[in-house]
């Protein structure tokens, strides 16, 4: 697998936090993915990003903001998080060829 | 943007039998990329399609891109039970951007 790291692995949150999801990279890849898993959805593009600074927003991006300020790192925020961002989120790496990170099961209650 | 519907939704068979999902869009692609997800695990990229009537194949697995280039499937010869997950296509545009389908999921009955 390539070297990709998301972390937390597993968060509980109450309705109304923020929180911060790490995607980590050792790759050098240039883009980088958020995406996230409901049953019955498949997988959905929150936002990715293409370069340091470069971002775009995906199909799923309200409620949702990115950074990226090295090339190995890409944080998702949720700046209020709520009970319909409880889900599976992913990272990715790669444009042509895309390698997955484990996930993170984000809770929200 | 370009979208991709994935059909059926759900395929349960028994080991032994054959399994084939297809992935169907109503424009042109210029590629299509299948993946496997294990049931509690992370998506592992399968194969890229990018010409016209392309046919791969990878052990008992053969994919294939439509003359048209809309429409693609993958199709599962003789199943065994390590063939369960969920099989997605997804497409990227030249800028980078995925779709991914909704997945198929099999299970196999021993």
């Known amino acids: 697998d390539a070297g990709i790291t998301q972390s937390p692995r597993h968060k509980v949150t109450e309705t109304g936090t923020p929180v911060t999801l790490r995607c980590h990279q050792t790759?050098?890849?240039?883009?980088m993915y958020w995406y996230r898993q409901d049953p019955g959805h498949g997988l959905r593009l929150i936002h990715y990003?293409?370069?340091?600074?470069?971002?775009d927003k995906g199909e799923v991006s309200d409620g949702y903001s990115v950074s990226r300020s090295k090339t190995e790192d890409f944080l998702l925020t949720l700046e209020s998080a709520t009970s319909s961002q409880t889900s599976v989120y992913f990272c990715?790496?790669?444009?042509?060829?895309?390698?997955f990170g484990p996930g993170t099961r984000l809770l929200v209650l | 943007g370009q979208q991709v519907m994935q059909i059926p939704q759900y395929q349960h068979v028994q080991e032994g039998e054959d399994f084939t999902t297809y992935c169907n869009s109503s424009?042109?692609?210029?590629?299509i990329q299948w993946y496997k997800q294990r049931p509690g695990g992370h998506p592992v990229f399968l194969i890229q399609?990018?010409?016209?009537?392309e046919v791969k194949k990878q052990k008992r697995l053969t994919f294939q891109f439509g003359e048209a280039k809309k429409n693609s499937s993958l199709h599962i010869t003789a199943t065994q039970t390590t063939d369960v997950g969920t099989y997605f296509c997804?497409?990227?545009?030249?800028?980078?951007?995925?779709?991914f389908g909704d997945g198929t999921t099999l299970t196999v009955k021993p």
């Open positions: 990003s293409y370069g340091v600074k470069d971002t």
């Open positions: 424009t042109t692609l210029s590629n």
């Open positions: 790759e050098n890849h240039r883009y």
């Open positions: 997804a497409l990227f545009t030249s800028a980078g951007k995925s779709t």
């Open positions: 990715a790496i790669g444009s042509e060829t895309q390698y």
């Open positions: 399609l990018v010409k016209s009537g």
